[in-house]
C-alpha cells in the first residue's frame, strides 16, 4: 500500500513538472493589420508598402538629364470582380522636383537628380495624372511599372549621396 501512495506521489510530481515546462517553452504575440477597402480588387500586401531598390549610380550616367537603368515594381490586385467596373487607372503622388514638377524629387545626401515613373511602354507617368485605363481580369491582376533615376539636365550639379524619395499611389476603378 504504501508503495502504491509512493509511485503516485511520484506520478504525480513528474505530471506536475511537465505542465510546468509545458506552460513556459516559449510565447509570443501575432498581430493582424489591415483595411477594408469599398473596390472591386483587394491590393495584395506586399504591394500596399513596397520599397524598389534603384542601386548605385554612376553620376556620369545623369550628366546632361542622363537616366539610369530602369528598375521594374507591381501593383498586385487579388481577387477581382469584374462585373461592374472593368478597368483600373493608377495616379502616383509625391513631393515633385524642384526642376521638373512631374517627376518625384528624392531627399538625403544626393541631389540634383529625380525619379521617373513609367509604364511597361516606357511612358511617363506624371505626378498626380492618371495612367490610361488598364483592363482588369476577374481573379488576380497585375499593373506593372519602371522608375529610374534622372539627371536634373545640363545646368544641374550631381551630388553624389544617398537618396530616397517617396511615392503614394491611388486606384480608380471604372
Known amino acids: 500500500m504504501k508503495l502504491n501512495k509512493i509511485m ?3 506520478v504525480l510530481a513528474f ?9 513556459d517553452q516559449g ?19 506586399e504591394s500596399v508598402d513596397q520599397t524598389v531598390d534603384m542601386g548605385q549610380i554612376s553620376n ?3 550628366k546632361n ?3 539610369s537603368m530602369p528598375r521594374q515594381f507591381e501593383i ?6 469584374t462585373t ?6 493608377t ?6 522636383s524642384s526642376a521638373n514638377p512631374d517627376l518625384l524629387g528624392i531627399i538625403g545626401n544626393a541631389s540634383g537628380a529625380s525619379i521617373a515613373i513609367t509604364d511597361m511602354a516606357s511612358n511617363l507617368i506624371k505626378l498626380g495624372e492618371a495612367t490610361p485605363p488598364q483592363t482588369l481580369n476577374d481573379g488576380n491582376n497585375t499593373l506593372r511599372f519602371a522608375a529610374y533615376l534622372q539627371g536634373d539636365g545640363a545646368s544641374a550639379a550631381i551630388v553624389p549621396g544617398d537618396f530616397t524619395a517617396i511615392a503614394d499611389f491611388k486606384l480608380a476603378y471604372q
Not at 505530471?15 to 506552460?23: F, K, P
Not at 498586385?76 to 470582380?81: F, M, V
Not at 495616379?91 to 515633385?96: E, H, I, L, V, Y
Open 76 to 81: 498586385k490586385l487579388e481577387q477581382c470582380d
Open 84 to 89: 461592374t467596373m472593368k478597368t483600373v487607372t
Open 91 to 96: 495616379t502616383f503622388n509625391g513631393d515633385s
Open 27 to 45: 510565447q509570443g504575440k501575432v498581430t493582424f493589420t489591415g483595411s477594408i477597402i469599398d473596390a472591386p480588387c483587394s491590393i495584395a500586401p
Open 65 to 67: 538629364g542622363g537616366k
Open 15 to 23: 505530471g506536475v513538472s511537465s505542465m510546468a515546462h509545458a506552460a
Open 60 to 62: 556620369v550616367a545623369l
Open 8 to 10: 503516485l506521489a511520484t
